[in-house]
T-cell receptor
Framework: EAEVAQSPRYKITEKSQAVAFWCDPISGHATLYWYRQILGQGPELLVQFQDESVVDDSQLPKDRFSAERLKGVDSTLKIQPAELGDSAMYLC??????????????FGEGSRLTVL | KNQVEQSPQSLIILEGKNCTLQCNYTVSPFSNLRWYKQDTGRGPVSLTIMTFSENTKSNGRYTATLDADTKQSSLHITASQLSDSASYICVVTNDYKLSFGAGTTVTVRA
């Protein structure tokens, strides 16, 4: 069964360092999402791509976070510099399309970030 | 403002017992509502999807209900198993945005 691939699964870094997460969505899924999930809370959207274009990055802290999906397939989320409050699970999800039934999200296993 | 509220925040049940989780939403317009199961340290996995016209949908021992008039949904787990221990997240969609609840953490004890 096709899956959303994410790496690394776990990352420990010191504050002020740079960190990057990678996501490979299910083949053919045009819509890709990055979510941040703090323990005990629901996922919070950071950025949504439709193919290679950003369609929603209103909640992305752009002073330190960046995301790209250059060829409309895999994507990278970067944090520089990392802060203590960035410790969270970073989830990547993909869907066939941006609305209706096609918007069923398939999540990856997530990348757990710990900032010391 | 969180437009999806879930209750209880957490619950503990004995193996074999039933439980019901609640989801109230104010998202409008409404497209569909999904329940996801998230095991500890893993990504969420979809359990059910319900549209405006659907009242009940089952997936094995999981049964979801939807009352679009009162904007309430419930997820009923029948004959719970240890593997049901997880967080259950309600997600409400309109055509433009997905709104996530904070989840209900279910612990099943032997």
């Amino acid at each position: 069964e096709a899956e959303v691939a994410q790496s690394p699964r776990y990352k420990i870094t010191e504050k002020s360092q740079a960190v990057a997460f990678w996501c490979d969505p299910i083949s053919g899924h045009a819509t890709l999402y990055w979510y941040r999930q703090i323990l005990g809370q629901g996922p919070e959207l950071l950025v949504q791509f439709q193919d290679e274009s950003v369609v929603d990055d209103s909640q992305l802290p752009k002073d330190r976070f960046s995301a790209e999906r250059l060829k409309g397939v895999d994507s990278t989320l970067k944090i520089q510099p990392a802060e203590l409050g960035d410790s969270a699970m970073y989830l990547c999800a993909s869907s066939l399309g941006p609305s209706g039934y096609s918007r069923e999200l398939f999540f990856g296993e997530g990348s757990r970030l710990t900032v010391l | 403002k969180n437009q999806v509220e879930q209750s209880p925040q957490s619950l503990i049940i004995l193996e074999g017992k039933n439980c019901t989780l609640q989801c109230n939403y104010t998202v409008s317009p409404f497209s569909n509502l999904r329940w996801y199961k998230q095991d500890t340290g893993r990504g969420p996995v979809s359990l059910t999807i319900m549209t405006f016209s659907e009242n009940t949908k089952s997936n094995g021992r999981y049964t979801a209900t939807l009352d679009a008039d009162t904007k309430q949904s419930s997820l009923h787990i029948t004959a719970s198993q240890l593997s049901d221990s997880a967080s259950y997240i309600c997600v409400v969609t309109n055509d433009y945005k997905l709104s996530f609840g904070a989840g209900t953490t279910v612990t099943v004890r032997a």
